[in-house]
């Protein structure tokens, strides 16, 4: 069953904006995390939220592992207690 899993993270926008460049200019570098379906990061009133939605949990755990992830957080100065989500299961995904 696909998953959604959502992080969300409140403080310094710009902060936390910087942050996700990095990491997200780190993983564009690479080929799509197996079993990912979407990913979408958007701006909230406090922050953040970033939402990916996987084929399974399995493909989730795998990606959140991966040595690339981990050192992208680290270059970002995210520690991974910041970065730990909430799971919901999907009904539907709906691309173009």
Known sequence: MAIARII???GDQQELE????????????LPLA??????????TENGM???NVWESEQ????????PEFQEALREAGISFADVQPKQHDVLNVRTS
């Open 59 to 66: 493909h989730a755990d795998a990606a959140m592992e991966r």
């Open 49 to 51: 939220q970033i939402i």
């Open 18 to 29: 910087r942050q996700y460049g990095i990491v997200s200019d780190r993983m564009n570098e």
């Open 34 to 43: 197996d079993g990912m379906k979407a990913h979408i990061a958007l701006r």
């Open 8 to 10: 969300s993270r409140e």
